[in-house]
């Protein structure tokens, strides 16, 4: 955004426009001495209390969300100009820290200046341009009078560069173009160019929730700030019927409602999805009246016991979900490339995140309360010893939510002619997950015979430590007890034999598993976080696949036989033409079989087929 976008008409603000009866000036004038006696009335905390709410929470509005977009303890500015906007110089969540050190005018000139320079906003972008916005009556009496003009000026022209500019959709067309104009309406009243904004800004959230389901996929692209996003629909709703004098509409609470569902199921017990931030330093969003106890009060039904279940407040497991009217536990965006699933909302289940966004998707796999793998999935590929690159986006397969599994299949195009597909299935009941990926050529003629090289580095989780087997080549993920056992199905067993895939921690953290192919090749993890099994007997085969009496070699289709006591699983793959074939007695025409097998009779119970490249059994 060019500096000129903010500067154009800048006397719009100037001194002469904050009355009828006022001067012109330059902030200087006898127009900035009633100008600050009215500002100093507005800085009265029992404004931000009629609109908000007393309850500590409900002070605390403008921290909510923010801990879970900055990554980690709320920003200390962010702190002192969420004090300001109840004419405070302390906390409401009661930090200790002085903020008489903050040089408020410096920091005004710095953020005037980053608005200037910026061409695209995050949303803690916009909220720091909302939280300075509800700061200003506090702030004429802590920055020079020039310097709050030009604030005031600045953040004026920003909400009506968005207005102008912004897809109705975006994010910033609600904090900005909406909240961001509702804001300065409420706050400084008494200039007039201020007040005029507020019948555009509501229009603006109405145009925002209008937009429902893109509005949700597009908060949901950067799913660490989801919450600062609904906490500011949340403030829009309050500021919308009583600045704007607007009604918030039923289709207005459709969107409220999917976002406030979506912030239940990124939330898990240590904090939120793909936010580093702990419990602590989102100590806001857990006030009394604060916004988890907003949305619970919100909706009783359907996020009540939800929320207090994924922090680990009230279990629920072995209950069904209608019977506490709990959302589902497989949410999936194919707009943002956002899915999380879950076995149920019972904290002790475990539950996977995955974001395929970028070129490198990020995942998170939680056992419980601990957080196993976290981070980016980085994948190497040579064919015949040439590196190859993904050249695409990631793209969803196929999807598949029941009772049994949740399971994703996601690909992305690669130079050379490949094409690498991942699946992850999360099995409900038994708590396992399965992780893999298929290394395809696009192109046969092109690679066939060829040798393929494959590397995946799976970011450990901060605590989290690989424990390998002395004999055999599984191994647990540890923080001093073991949370989850990992087998690389594509290995030999034993330590000691032949093996064409590997799984070890490398030194900067990761674990990584290698798989060595021709053609094509199928390169699974299993991973099982139920600690009774962790001490039984366990094994693992790689099957024979049959067609028409004829042996399937492993770049045509493969499958695996999972093991632990007397449980047992399969998994088939094909990785070309889909054909009649065979596995474990099992008669398949299918890209891919997962089942639960019963020795004793040799029969399969199915948990899911994917009978083509975007369907399943059941659709």
Known sequence: MSRESFLVGFDSVEPGDAGSNQPEGDGCSESWGPLTKHLSRLAHPRHMQKMFGEKQGQLAVYLWGVAAAQGGECDRLILALSALTRATEKPADGACESFEKIDFDREAASFIELIDSRHAFTPLDCHFAIIWAAALPALASRIEAHRWWRLTSTLQHLHESVLQRSTAYRFDHLMLAGELGLTLAWRVPCV????????????????????????????LGNAASVRLVLASLLRCRKLLENVAKRKFRKSDRRTQAGLAKWTAALTHPVGTAFSAASVDAMAADDLECGLIATLQTEYPEMLNAALSAARGEKPVGGRLAWEVGLPETWHHDQDAKLAIGFADWDVRQGRFHLDYSGEFPELEIFAGRRRLLSGRVQVRLE???????PCGEWAEVCEHSDDDVHYLEIEQPWSGGLVLQRQVMLVRDDRCVLLADSVIPDEPLDVSGSKIEYWCNLPLGETIGWISEPETREGFLCDGKRRALVIPMAAGEWSAGATESTLAETSDRHLQLFVRGRKSLYAPIWCDFQKRRFSRPRTWRQLTVGDQLKLVPRDEATAYRVQAGSEQWMVYRSLGERRCRTALGKHLIADFYGSRFYASDGSHEELVTVDDKCSTDDD
Do not use: P
């Open 192 to 219: 007039a160019a201020c007040k005029r904004l507020a019948g555009n800004a509501g229009e603006s959230i109405r145009m925002w929730c209008d937009r429902e389901q893109e509005s949700v996929s597009d908060a």
């Open 383 to 389: 064919i015949d010893g040439v590196e190859r690159q």
